[in-house]
């Protein structure tokens, strides 16, 4: 392999690439939609096959990048003027969790399931659902939560109360299963389980799509039928 000709190519990619991300790459990085994914990996795949094929000309390198991020560039702008554009190509957020209710229907829509909700919401520093009235799935994956009023962002020093402690949900359900190791973690037995489910007018485990127990707070039950 030819060092001079390999080098040479490398540093007009790189030239070329910082360009492209200083003209419309914030957006790819930032705010990464599955089109600017795609994008990214696509841009990536033309610079690398064209640096190390020793038969591509340099000339190559600049045209087959101008082209793409012109075709990026011109995508976006169309994007900036056409609403209806701009809808079709990064897709609109979907709302999962709908006045403090979990929209199965939508969560199915968004390809996600209980788990990855959670997930996405521990993310956010939201360890519980209860705590949730809206959430809403952006087109990037990332999640956008607003809390119930009880739930919102407020200090102890704002009402002089004195610090009181913290405690973890524990999920005791999850798709109609029983995590035993989870029971056992709050001190407690499928008897107790049992009587706090009937409170809630349940009369099985299979019947819980999601059993959350908090401290200070009880067992919050969401049926299976919610979802159905």
Known sequence: MDILPLSIKLVIGFLLLFFLIRVIGKKMIDQITPFHFISAIVLSELLGNAVYDESVPVISIVYTTLI???LLFIFEFIAQKSLLFRHFSEGQPTIVIRDGQIDFEQLKKAR????????LLRQSEI???REVAFALVESNGSISVLKKAPYQKTTLEDFNMPPHPVYLPITLI????LLEENLAEIN???????GQLR???MRRVEDVLLAEWLENDGL???PHHAHQ
């Open 68 to 70: 793409w991020g012109g």
């Open 112 to 119: 996600m399931n209980l788990n990855q909700l959670q997930s």
């Open 127 to 129: 360890f519980s659902i």
């Open 174 to 177: 999850k798709d109609g299963e």
């Open 188 to 194: 407690q037995n499928r008897e107790w389980l049992n």
């Open 199 to 201: 409170a809630n007018g």
């Open 220 to 222: 919050m039950v969401i």
